[in-house]
């Protein structure tokens, strides 16, 4: 069995450019996520699927030097992005994880993973519903279900965030979602705007020299100490991005009446 992990980045993003290279505590927030992925057990090898947009020239040059494997494809079309790269590793196994998320949790990551091959899945999530903090995120799926999502998704926000496809065809599916012990949706621990970001530096600054490796029981015990901490960013709503894609699907399906 082999299991390939495809971490999206881009250095475009429309309300926090470069995000994925900003520092924290002298790092690019992309390399910390790698490093803590780099911790899942199950994962036989991490590759970040960049764009070939020359805006991203400098994110592919950063994470070459730090010998991380690097795929360029589409900006747009990152559905077309994934299966490519995953073309060229032929895993059994896809995982899906975002370069906004400085903060995933390497237990979490291998528990969905496990979820996944237990259940014998198609597609197994933690987050359809979520019940774990906005970017804990994990997506996994079976190679073969990546290329029928390939073959036949159209609309703009299935190449754009890759598996809506899939959740929207469950009778042709096998989805299995992983819930938390507690509901802890209503936290957010991804990377969108600038104060996402504020946050995610403060977490590393107060708990990385303590146990480089915490984990989320770690963040939620400094945020009970410190329930202050997250208001910093509570006013953003998870899934900002898909929502504007479900615009851009509505003038798609109109121009296709016509």
């Given at each position: ?176 979602n992983v819930v938390s012990d507690i509901d802890l949706s209503e936290l957010r621990w991804t990377v969108d705007e ?65």
């Amino acid at each position: 069995m082999h299991v390939l992990a495809v971490l999206q980045a881009r250095m475009s993003s429309t309300r926090l450019p470069g995000k994925v290279l900003k520092n924290i505590l002298g790092k690019s927030m992309i390399m910390w996520q790698i490093e803590r992925e780099m911790r899942v057990s199950l994962i036989d090898k991490i590759v970040v699927a960049t764009s070939t947009d020359y805006s991203d020239d400098i994110l592919a040059e950063v994470l070459e030097k730090n010998d991380v494997s690097v795929y360029r494809g589409s900006l747009n079309n990152v559905l077309d992005r994934y299966y490519s790269v995953a073309t060229l590793y032929n895993p059994d196994h896809v995982v899906r994880i975002t370069g906004d998320c400085p903060l995933v949790d390497p237990d979490v990551i291998n528990k969905v993973i496990l979820e996944h091959i237990e259940h014998d899945a198609d597609y197994t999530t933690n987050c359809s519903p979520p019940s774990w903090p906005d970017g804990l995120d994990v997506e996994v799926m079976k190679m073969s279900t990546l290329k029928k999502t390939w073959e036949e998704s159209e609309l703009p926000s299935e190449l754009e965030h890759v598996t809506p496809f899939i959740r929207r065809h469950p009778n042709r599916f096998k989805i299995h979602n992983v819930v938390s012990d507690i509901d802890l949706s209503e936290l957010r621990w991804t990377v969108d705007e600038k104060e996402d970001f504020e946050f995610v530096k403060d977490i590393y600054e107060n708990l990385h020299f303590i146990n480089s490796n915490f984990k989320t029981k770690d963040i939620l015990d400094y945020l009970k100490n410190n329930p202050e901490k997250s208001n910093i960013n509570s006013k953003y709503t998870r899934n900002k991005g898909s929502k504007s894609s479900l615009i851009k699907d509505d003038q798609y399906l109109q121009r296709s009446k016509k």
